[in-house]
């Protein structure tokens, strides 16, 4: 499942768990994103634009996932992973910055639980 597949779904719960994990709840499953940390790299929730308590209860007409790495550093590498969400309530764009010494991901994990399993 990819990200923009949340089209359509009506969620009953959404949290931000202290900046690393943000997970949405419907009926069936649990939707988590977040980065399984490392040694030598950090990723976590920089900025959240809009009110996640919009996402609640209204269907989701928008999702989309997008990165950019085109911030270059003198040492290491960084990336901005950005995702969007839309309900009929408002827009909520989530920011999340990852930084690394260029060996380690920066990225973000999209892990669909179904309840029950």
């Known amino acids: 499942m990819s990200f923009d597949d949340l089209k359509g779904k009506i969620f009953i719960r959404v949290e931000n768990i202290d900046n690393e994990i943000i997970e949405f709840e419907d009926e069936l499953c649990i939707y988590r994103l977040y980065h399984n940390q490392c040694c030598c790299e950090n990723v976590t ?3 959240i634009n809009g009110d996640l308590n919009d996402l609640i209860g209204s269907e989701i007409l928008f999702a989309e996932e ?22 009929k309530k ?3 764009d989530i920011r999340w910055f990852g930084e690394s010494n260029g060996y380690y991901s920066e990225y973000v994990d999209f892990k669909v639980i179904k309840k029950g399993e």
């Open 45 to 47: 929730v920089e900025d």
């Open 66 to 87: 997008s990165q950019s790495d085109e911030f270059p550093r003198e040492y290491g590498t960084e990336t901005w992973t950005f995702y969007k969400l839309a309900t």
């Open 90 to 92: 408002g827009w909520v």
